[in-house]
């Protein structure tokens, strides 16, 4: 299954840059950052579920990975940098894992290596089944006003909470209530021994007031860049500070 994504031209003998979008975002989430980077030939993916792949479901991190494989082979896509935010951050680093011949590097932003004890998981997954009940049967715009107010999100001023609902206010509530059970935390391997034998570069993104993903960024063994004046949504928050990151990055 080919995933909808936008794609950018750029120069041919630059690497692709592919960006992954968090839960709730769509391929419009990155293109503030990624736009700067107008020499490279870049491709905005929609996840299953958002965006223009919302009638595109998967039943796992697998099948997740399968799709992304798919899409990246459709626009012939060899080689390139995995840029990923929140839920995009851990596709990435799964897609790493199993796909590494594919990549110059991977570039991640508040995203979660994986639980490592069985308590977590569990919590984490009533956690999920609770929220995806939400998102199935009350509006969008309820869910989302709550789910802002969770303590990963405490940075965000009352301007931004709700810019944040009334643009995922227009997903599909049955189609994030899918992903989100898909792609829980609780289903997903710990990836920090396989990211550790990686042989090309991961680099950790993470907004300086973001203390909890410091902390889970330096588990990985990636260097670690801080987004100034930014919480969990940094590149978002400072797009400006992420591209700069980038840029260090990709040595431009």
């Not at 909808?4 to 690497?15: E, I, S």
């Not at 979008?21 to 491709?43: C, I, K, N, Q, T």
């Not at 989302?144 to 969770?150: L, S």
Request: include cysteine; charge should be neutral.
């Amino acid at each position: 299954m080919i995933l909808h994504a936008v794609a950018k031209a750029g120069q041919a003998d630059l690497p692709w840059l592919v960006f992954l979008h968090g839960f709730a975002g769509d391929s419009r989430e990155w293109m503030a950052v990624g736009e700067r980077f107008s020499r490279h030939p870049r491709l905005y993916i929609d996840l299953p579920g958002h965006g223009g792949s919302s009638a595109i479901y998967a039943r796992d991190f697998n099948e997740v990975s399968l799709q992304l494989h798919a899409t990246l082979f459709s626009y012939n896509i060899l080689k390139c940098w995995l840029v990923g935010y929140s839920l995009g951050g851990r596709i990435a680093m799964l897609y790493a894992c199993r796909h590494p011949a594919e990549l110059e590097g991977v570039i991640v932003e508040g995203a979660h290596p994986g639980l490592t004890y069985s308590a977590a998981r569990e919590a984490r997954w009533l956690s999920d089944a609770r929220w995806a009940q939400r998102f199935r049967e009350e509006p969008l715009a309820d869910v989302f006003n709550d789910w802002y107010r969770q303590p990963v999100f405490t940075g965000l001023t009352a301007l931004q909470r709700q810019e944040l609902v009334t643009l995922r206010s227009e997903n599909s509530g049955a189609a994030l209530a899918a992903m989100l059970e898909a792609t829980s935390l609780a289903v997903q391997p710990d990836l920090r021994p396989a990211l550790r034998r990686c042989h090309f570069p991961i680099y950790y993104l993470c907004g300086e007031h973001d203390h909890k993903f410091r902390a889970l960024g330096a588990e990985i063994a990636a260097p670690c860049q801080l987004i100034n004046d930014a919480g969990h949504n940094a590149h978002r928050e400072n797009p400006g500070g992420a591209a700069a990151c980038l840029a260090h990055i990709l040595r431009y």
